[in-house]
Protein backbone atom coordinates (compact mmCIF):
# COMPACT_ATOMS: atom_id res chain seq x y z
CA UNK A 1 0.00 0.00 0.00
CA UNK A 2 2.88 2.69 0.94
CA UNK A 3 4.39 2.20 -3.00
CA UNK A 4 0.99 3.62 -4.54
CA UNK A 5 1.30 6.83 -6.29
CA UNK A 6 -0.90 9.24 -7.37
CA UNK A 7 -2.36 8.07 -11.11
CA UNK A 8 -1.32 4.87 -10.33
CA UNK A 9 -3.87 2.46 -12.65
CA UNK A 10 -5.86 -0.32 -10.56
CA UNK A 11 -7.85 -3.25 -11.61
CA UNK A 12 -10.54 -4.46 -9.29
CA UNK A 13 -10.68 -8.53 -9.29
CA UNK A 14 -13.53 -10.53 -8.10
CA UNK A 15 -14.34 -14.44 -8.83
CA UNK A 16 -11.64 -15.09 -11.62
CA UNK A 17 -12.54 -11.65 -13.20
CA UNK A 18 -11.51 -7.95 -13.74
CA UNK A 19 -14.47 -5.94 -12.91
CA UNK A 20 -13.66 -2.67 -12.75
CA UNK A 21 -10.32 0.14 -13.58
CA UNK A 22 -9.52 3.49 -11.98
CA UNK A 23 -6.23 5.55 -11.11
CA UNK A 24 -5.50 6.55 -7.51
CA UNK A 25 -6.02 10.21 -6.67
CA UNK A 26 -5.10 11.62 -3.66
CA UNK A 27 -3.47 9.69 -0.79
CA UNK A 28 -4.37 9.87 2.81
CA UNK A 29 -2.28 8.46 5.69
CA UNK A 30 -4.11 8.33 9.22
CA UNK A 31 -3.94 6.18 11.90
CA UNK A 32 -7.18 8.42 13.45
CA UNK A 33 -9.23 7.66 10.49
CA UNK A 34 -8.42 3.91 9.93
CA UNK A 35 -9.31 3.83 13.22
CA UNK A 36 -12.83 4.92 12.89
CA UNK A 37 -13.33 3.40 9.43
CA UNK A 38 -12.22 -0.15 10.00
CA UNK A 39 -11.45 -0.08 13.85
CA UNK A 40 -7.87 -0.92 13.70
CA UNK A 41 -5.30 2.29 13.54
CA UNK A 42 -2.73 0.42 11.37
CA UNK A 43 -5.29 0.83 8.27
CA UNK A 44 -3.66 3.94 8.16
CA UNK A 45 -3.88 4.49 3.90
CA UNK A 46 -6.69 5.37 1.99
CA UNK A 47 -6.86 6.45 -0.90
CA UNK A 48 -9.79 8.13 -3.31
CA UNK A 49 -9.89 6.45 -6.96
CA UNK A 50 -10.56 8.28 -10.35
CA UNK A 51 -11.40 7.42 -13.92
CA UNK A 52 -13.37 4.93 -12.38
CA UNK A 53 -15.37 2.14 -15.00
CA UNK A 54 -16.85 -0.63 -13.63
CA UNK A 55 -15.39 -2.25 -16.95
CA UNK A 56 -12.03 -3.89 -17.47
CA UNK A 57 -9.87 -5.85 -19.74
CA UNK A 58 -10.08 -9.80 -19.63
CA UNK A 59 -7.26 -11.38 -17.22
CA UNK A 60 -6.25 -13.59 -20.26
CA UNK A 61 -5.49 -10.04 -21.68
CA UNK A 62 -3.53 -8.33 -18.93
CA UNK A 63 -1.37 -11.85 -17.85
CA UNK A 64 -0.86 -12.06 -22.14
CA UNK A 65 0.52 -8.29 -21.70
CA UNK A 66 2.47 -8.46 -18.37
CA UNK A 67 3.83 -12.10 -19.76
CA UNK A 68 2.42 -13.96 -16.60
CA UNK A 69 2.40 -17.70 -16.23
CA UNK A 70 0.23 -19.75 -14.83
CA UNK A 71 -3.13 -19.47 -12.92
CA UNK A 72 -5.15 -16.47 -13.82
CA UNK A 73 -5.64 -15.86 -9.83
CA UNK A 74 -5.17 -13.05 -7.99
CA UNK A 75 -5.10 -13.29 -3.87
CA UNK A 76 -5.29 -9.91 -1.94
CA UNK A 77 -3.55 -7.20 -3.22
CA UNK A 78 -0.86 -7.28 -5.39
CA UNK A 79 1.02 -4.74 -7.06
CA UNK A 80 2.86 -5.47 -10.55
CA UNK A 81 6.34 -5.69 -10.42
CA UNK A 82 8.14 -2.56 -12.43
CA UNK A 83 9.91 -4.23 -14.80
CA UNK A 84 7.01 -5.60 -16.49
CA UNK A 85 5.51 -2.18 -16.41
CA UNK A 86 8.31 -0.80 -17.69
CA UNK A 87 8.50 -3.14 -20.77
CA UNK A 88 4.48 -2.80 -21.69
CA UNK A 89 5.20 0.86 -21.67
CA UNK A 90 7.89 0.40 -24.23
CA UNK A 91 5.30 -1.74 -26.01
CA UNK A 92 2.28 0.56 -26.08
CA UNK A 93 3.55 3.67 -24.58
CA UNK A 94 0.85 4.13 -22.14
CA UNK A 95 -0.76 1.75 -19.92
CA UNK A 96 -4.37 3.05 -20.98
CA UNK A 97 -3.53 2.22 -24.86
CA UNK A 98 -2.12 -1.06 -23.17
CA UNK A 99 -4.97 -1.95 -20.80
CA UNK A 100 -8.23 -0.50 -23.46
CA UNK A 101 -6.70 0.12 -26.78
CA UNK A 102 -3.46 -2.43 -27.74
CA UNK A 103 -5.72 -5.90 -28.10
CA UNK A 104 -7.91 -4.67 -31.11
CA UNK A 105 -5.50 -1.85 -32.28
CA UNK A 106 -1.98 -3.95 -32.28
CA UNK A 107 -4.11 -7.12 -34.32
CA UNK A 108 -5.32 -4.66 -36.84
CA UNK A 109 -1.44 -2.89 -37.13
CA UNK A 110 -0.47 -6.60 -37.24
CA UNK A 111 -2.69 -7.41 -39.83
CA UNK A 112 -1.73 -4.55 -42.18
CA UNK A 113 1.51 -5.27 -41.97
CA UNK A 114 0.94 -8.90 -43.27
CA UNK A 115 -0.94 -7.83 -46.20
CA UNK A 116 1.50 -5.26 -47.25
CA UNK A 117 4.02 -8.53 -47.23
CA UNK A 118 1.94 -9.74 -49.86
CA UNK A 119 3.69 -7.73 -52.18
CA UNK A 120 7.17 -9.60 -52.04
CA UNK A 121 8.37 -12.88 -52.48
CA UNK A 122 7.60 -15.39 -49.98
CA UNK A 123 10.14 -16.03 -47.52
CA UNK A 124 9.55 -19.66 -45.90
CA UNK A 125 11.03 -18.95 -42.23
CA UNK A 126 10.54 -16.01 -39.61
CA UNK A 127 12.92 -14.11 -37.92
CA UNK A 128 11.19 -14.04 -34.49
CA UNK A 129 14.42 -12.36 -32.85
CA UNK A 130 12.13 -9.54 -34.21
CA UNK A 131 9.11 -10.00 -32.51
CA UNK A 132 8.46 -9.80 -28.06
CA UNK A 133 6.39 -12.04 -26.77
CA UNK A 134 3.48 -9.66 -26.64
CA UNK A 135 4.04 -9.11 -30.10
CA UNK A 136 4.22 -12.39 -31.28
CA UNK A 137 0.38 -13.27 -29.72
CA UNK A 138 -0.60 -10.26 -31.30
CA UNK A 139 0.36 -11.16 -34.73
CA UNK A 140 -0.47 -14.93 -34.56
CA UNK A 141 -4.18 -13.41 -33.86
CA UNK A 142 -3.27 -11.57 -36.65
CA UNK A 143 -3.03 -14.17 -39.08
CA UNK A 144 -5.44 -16.22 -38.12
CA UNK A 145 -7.94 -13.79 -38.27
CA UNK A 146 -6.57 -12.77 -42.30
CA UNK A 147 -6.65 -17.01 -42.66
CA UNK A 148 -9.88 -17.39 -41.75
CA UNK A 149 -11.48 -14.34 -43.85
CA UNK A 150 -9.23 -15.41 -46.74
CA UNK A 151 -10.74 -18.47 -47.39
CA UNK A 152 -14.25 -16.84 -46.15
CA UNK A 153 -14.51 -18.49 -43.12
CA UNK A 154 -14.72 -21.93 -44.76
CA UNK A 155 -12.63 -25.65 -44.48
CA UNK A 156 -10.67 -25.52 -47.50
CA UNK A 157 -11.04 -29.41 -47.32
CA UNK A 158 -14.39 -30.08 -46.96
CA UNK A 159 -16.18 -26.97 -47.33
CA UNK A 160 -17.87 -26.53 -44.00
CA UNK A 161 -18.92 -22.93 -42.76
CA UNK A 162 -19.99 -23.56 -39.38
CA UNK A 163 -20.24 -20.64 -36.50
CA UNK A 164 -21.33 -20.69 -32.77
CA UNK A 165 -24.27 -18.95 -31.71
CA UNK A 166 -22.32 -15.43 -31.50
CA UNK A 167 -21.49 -15.78 -35.01
CA UNK A 168 -17.24 -17.26 -34.45
CA UNK A 169 -16.65 -19.38 -37.31
CA UNK A 170 -15.76 -22.66 -36.49
CA UNK A 171 -12.58 -23.05 -38.86
CA UNK A 172 -9.11 -22.32 -37.83
CA UNK A 173 -6.34 -21.25 -39.79
CA UNK A 174 -3.45 -23.49 -39.59
CA UNK A 175 0.24 -23.20 -40.85
CA UNK A 176 1.35 -25.18 -43.79
CA UNK A 177 4.96 -25.00 -43.59
CA UNK A 178 4.84 -25.61 -40.26
CA UNK A 179 5.32 -23.01 -36.91
CA UNK A 180 7.72 -25.74 -35.49
CA UNK A 181 9.76 -25.41 -38.34
CA UNK A 182 9.38 -21.77 -37.53
CA UNK A 183 7.13 -21.03 -40.07
CA UNK A 184 6.34 -17.67 -41.64
CA UNK A 185 3.02 -15.88 -40.65
CA UNK A 186 2.11 -15.40 -44.01
CA UNK A 187 -1.55 -15.80 -45.25
CA UNK A 188 -0.29 -17.86 -48.20
CA UNK A 189 1.48 -20.12 -45.37
CA UNK A 190 -2.34 -20.43 -44.14
CA UNK A 191 -5.09 -22.70 -44.63
CA UNK A 192 -8.18 -22.92 -43.14
CA UNK A 193 -9.52 -25.98 -41.95
CA UNK A 194 -12.25 -27.53 -39.75
CA UNK A 195 -11.07 -28.98 -36.65
CA UNK A 196 -11.86 -32.14 -37.65
CA UNK A 197 -9.81 -31.50 -40.65
CA UNK A 198 -7.48 -29.29 -38.93
CA UNK A 199 -6.60 -32.43 -36.79
CA UNK A 200 -5.93 -34.73 -39.41
CA UNK A 201 -3.69 -32.10 -40.95
CA UNK A 202 -1.34 -31.72 -38.11
CA UNK A 203 -1.64 -35.29 -37.69
CA UNK A 204 -0.36 -36.23 -40.92
CA UNK A 205 -3.69 -38.40 -42.15
CA UNK A 206 -3.70 -35.66 -44.68
CA UNK A 207 -1.60 -33.51 -46.61
CA UNK A 208 -1.90 -31.24 -49.72
CA UNK A 209 -0.08 -31.98 -53.02
CA UNK A 210 1.35 -29.09 -55.37
CA UNK A 211 -1.36 -29.46 -57.43
CA UNK A 212 -3.48 -28.30 -54.54
CA UNK A 213 -5.28 -31.80 -53.93
CA UNK A 214 -6.13 -33.70 -51.12
CA UNK A 215 -3.46 -36.93 -50.50
CA UNK A 216 -4.75 -38.79 -47.54
CA UNK A 217 -1.92 -41.37 -45.60
CA UNK A 218 -2.65 -45.01 -46.77
CA UNK A 219 -3.38 -47.38 -43.48
CA UNK A 220 -6.40 -49.13 -44.19
CA UNK A 221 -5.97 -51.21 -40.68
CA UNK A 222 -7.13 -47.93 -38.74
CA UNK A 223 -10.88 -46.88 -38.81
CA UNK A 224 -9.95 -43.46 -39.42
CA UNK A 225 -8.41 -43.73 -42.72
CA UNK A 226 -11.91 -45.12 -44.21
CA UNK A 227 -13.24 -41.94 -42.92
CA UNK A 228 -10.49 -40.22 -44.95
CA UNK A 229 -10.50 -42.19 -47.91
CA UNK A 230 -12.57 -40.06 -50.15
CA UNK A 231 -11.02 -37.21 -50.17
CA UNK A 232 -7.71 -38.37 -51.91
CA UNK A 233 -7.80 -36.31 -54.78
CA UNK A 234 -10.34 -33.87 -54.09
CA UNK A 235 -9.36 -30.18 -55.08
CA UNK A 236 -9.07 -28.14 -52.34
CA UNK A 237 -10.68 -24.88 -52.01
CA UNK A 238 -8.72 -21.68 -52.63
CA UNK A 239 -9.36 -18.25 -52.65
CA UNK A 240 -6.90 -17.38 -55.55
CA UNK A 241 -4.02 -18.08 -57.22
CA UNK A 242 -1.17 -17.28 -54.68
CA UNK A 243 -2.99 -18.80 -51.26
CA UNK A 244 -2.12 -21.16 -50.34
CA UNK A 245 1.73 -20.59 -52.30
CA UNK A 246 3.35 -23.36 -54.17
CA UNK A 247 6.76 -22.65 -52.09
CA UNK A 248 5.19 -23.53 -48.52
CA UNK A 249 3.82 -27.19 -49.78
CA UNK A 250 6.33 -28.21 -51.19
CA UNK A 251 8.40 -27.02 -48.39
CA UNK A 252 5.78 -28.83 -46.27
CA UNK A 253 6.30 -32.24 -47.98
CA UNK A 254 10.08 -31.92 -47.96
CA UNK A 255 9.88 -32.25 -43.82
Known amino acids: MDRL ?3 DWILFYHSGEFIATGSVGRIFESST ?4 LWDNPESSFIFTIENYEDTAPSIEHVWDILEYDGRQV ?4 ERV ?5 QRVLTEYGSLET ?12 EKSALEAALESEPQLTENTADYTTIRQRTRDRAFRELVVEAYDETCAVCGASRHSPDGTPEVEAAHIYSRSENGRDDVRNGIALCRLHHWAFDTGWIEITTDYTVSVFINPDREEYHEFEQLDGQQIRRPNSQ ?3 PDYIAARRQL
Open 81 to 85: RDDRV
Open 5 to 7: ESG
Open 74 to 77: VNGF
Open 243 to 245: IPH
Open 33 to 36: VGEW
Open 98 to 109: ALFDADRTQIER
